[in-house]
């Protein structure tokens, strides 16, 4: 998981993002413990209540759940609700910005398709 | 617990106005970058909350007690600053021990941990510390002093980047564990502007900005492109500055994104360096 601290996305939003990659690639399990505000915050440097805001973005989401006195838990279901919105957000996240490269270097739509077969054989 | 309320504070030193009718809070708990050139204020600031000097007129209230020359206000705040008030012949480990009486919840053995960690032999004297050293050793004590209050004055000087990196994870460490407020003056704000929670700019005396970093942020953003198609998009905008690489080129604006970005250039974050260059510019 890495914060790019030159990117115009707020740091909170980032951390978000990685927590949810990291749930996806199956290095956060479901029903298991995340790092706490502290290791986030000692490990990125950055203010603790940057990490407390990006941690309840997922908490709002029902990716996380708290227990009391423990820390912050992957709830069962998490990748598959998270599967699920990555899954809305292909088309915005990727399909638009493929389709402007492609334009921009006048690569033909069967080109792409044919690239894109080509990518899934591999 | 209230902060630290500054309240109409004025100081002149002769008749150069050092601070002109500053109000300001320092909430509890937060950690606060303070932020001007060389002159601004700073630490005239910084001194004039710990009752090292005197303002003209204006009042210091901490958690509701005027702090002038009062003890039991002072003792809540902790000043680390460039000046040092050893004596040069006393050992750092003397300075330990002296620190427990007047700050009686200075953990000691936290201290020593942190002086390992630092690599500081604490069977030095004051005086044969290098510059860097110096440094090191007061922000040990601030880290480890335990007042509600911890105030620190261009802390990092002289620190070679290592130590600067592992004095941001103890302080974020310490923090998390045991939460307080800390003022963080300094005019690197590409450092610490991750670490801080609210910003506090002055230039002159005067405060200029006075809000969450996060909407500092949030206040402006870069494009990166072509030097033509970045001319045409910056045209009629509040430009911060320009950077040109051959037929390339970035530019730092302020404001907010309005609407879709023409293809081809690219969006960055805002420059805080070039934000603060720029607003304590004459």
């Given at each position: ?11 909170f939003l980032q951390i978000a993002e990685g927590i949810e990659d990291a749930i996806l690639?199956?290095?956060f399990?479901e029903?298991?413990?995340i790092p706490?505000i502290?290791?986030f ?10 990490a407390l805001k990006g941690i309840n973005i997922l908490v709002e989401e029902g990716i996380l759940y708290k ?5 912050m838990f992957v709830k069962?279901?998490a990748t598959?609700q998270l599967?699920?919105k ?37 | ?282």
């Amino acid at each position: 998981m890495q914060i790019d601290f030159e990117s115009n996305k707020p740091i909170f939003l980032q951390i978000a993002e990685g927590i949810e990659d990291a749930i996806l690639s199956g290095a956060f399990a479901e029903e298991s413990q995340i790092p706490s505000i502290t290791e986030f915050s000692v490990n990125y440097k950055i203010n603790p209540a940057t990490a407390l805001k990006g941690i309840n973005i997922l908490v709002e989401e029902g990716i996380l759940y708290k227990k009391r006195g423990i820390g912050m838990f992957v709830k069962e279901g998490a990748t598959r609700q998270l599967k699920q919105k990555r899954k809305e957000q292909f088309f915005d996240n990727y399909i638009l910005g493929l389709v402007a490269e492609a334009k921009r270097l006048e690569l033909s739509e069967e080109d792409v398709k044919n690239m894109i077969e080509r990518g899934f054989k591999k | 617990m209230t902060g630290i309320e500054i309240k109409n504070v004025s100081k002149n030193y002769g008749n150069v106005q050092a601070l002109s009718n500053i109000n300001l809070t320092f909430e509890s708990d937060k950690i606060y970058g303070l932020l001007g050139r060389n002159g601004a204020g700073k630490s005239t600031l910084l001194n004039i909350i710990t009752s090292r000097i005197f303002a003209d007129s204006g009042e210091v209230l901490i958690d509701g007690i005027p702090a002038k020359d009062n003890d039991r206000a002072l003792k809540k705040v902790y000043l680390m600053s460039e000046k040092n008030f050893y004596p040069g012949r006393m050992k750092i480990k003397e300075v330990f021990k002296w620190t427990r009486q007047f700050y009686p919840d200075f953990d000691e053995d936290y201290a020593y941990k942190l002086a390992e960690r630092f690599e500081l032999n604490t069977g030095k004297s004051v005086k044969s510390l290098s510059t860097g050293y110096n440094s090191i050793f007061k922000l040990i004590i601030a880290l480890s002093v335990n007042t509600p209050y911890v105030l620190l004055d261009e802390p990092v000087l002289g620190l070679d980047a290592n130590h600067r990196e592992l004095f941001y994870k103890v302080l974020l460490e310490k923090y998390s564990q045991s939460p307080c407020t800390i003022v963080i003056s300094t005019h690197l704000i590409e450092e610490v502007s991750n670490i801080i929670e609210n910003i506090i700019i002055i230039k002159k005396g005067r405060i200029i900005k006075n809000e969450t970093c996060e909407s500092l942020l949030a206040s402006g953003y870069s494009v990166a492109g072509t030097a033509a198609k970045v001319d045409a998009y910056i045209a009629g905008r509040n430009v911060l500055g320009v950077d040109n690489l051959g037929g390339l080129k970035q530019a730092y604006l302020l404001g907010k994104i309005d609407g879709e970005l023409p293809e081809g250039i690219e969006l960055g974050k805002l420059d805080l360096q070039k934000l603060f260059i720029q607003l304590t510019n004459q």
